[in-house]
Nanobody, 124 residues
Framework: QVQLVESGGGLVQAGGSLRLSCAAS????????MGWFRQAPGKEREFVAA????????RYADSVKGRFTISRDNAKNTVYLQMNSLKPEDTAVYFC?????????????????WGQGTQVTVSS
């Protein structure tokens, strides 16, 4: 059974930083694309960032480019999302997702497994 457990969310002031972690178990972590999505109140879930198996290929939503960095440690079965220069509009529940072998996708349909989410709140 695949499990994804996010941590690291919290309350931060605008301009601050947070690092989210997602610990994976139940499948060979190092083979799969990993992604981060977020869902703000009253809005649909949206793509944030994704990374391929080796970490050599990444994709970002335009809204977070230059501020967020996705990375992974295959030895620890963990993917990270470093979030800098946070803005109030970054407030959302952030979800970790596990995808396929090759496509670093931005669509929810590219991902088979999801975590429960961690709340990030950015105050102005």
């Amino acid at each position: 059974q695949v499990q994804l457990v996010e941590s690291g969310g919290g309350l931060v002031q605008a301009g601050g930083s947070l690092r989210l972690s997602c610990a994976a178990s139940g499948r060979t972590f190092s083979r799969y694309v990993m992604g981060w999505f977020r869902q703000a109140p009253g809005k649909e879930r949206e793509f944030v960032a994704a990374i391929n198996w080796s970490g050599g290929s990444t994709r970002y939503a335009d809204s977070v480019k230059g501020r967020f960095t996705i990375s992974r440690d295959n030895a620890k079965n963990t993917v990270y999302l470093q979030m800098n220069s946070l803005k109030p509009e970054d407030t959302a529940v952030y979800f970790c997702a596990s995808g396929g072998f090759a496509v670093v996708g931005t669509a929810e349909g590219s991902y088979s497994y999801w975590g429960q989410g961690t709340q990030v709140t950015v105050s102005s």
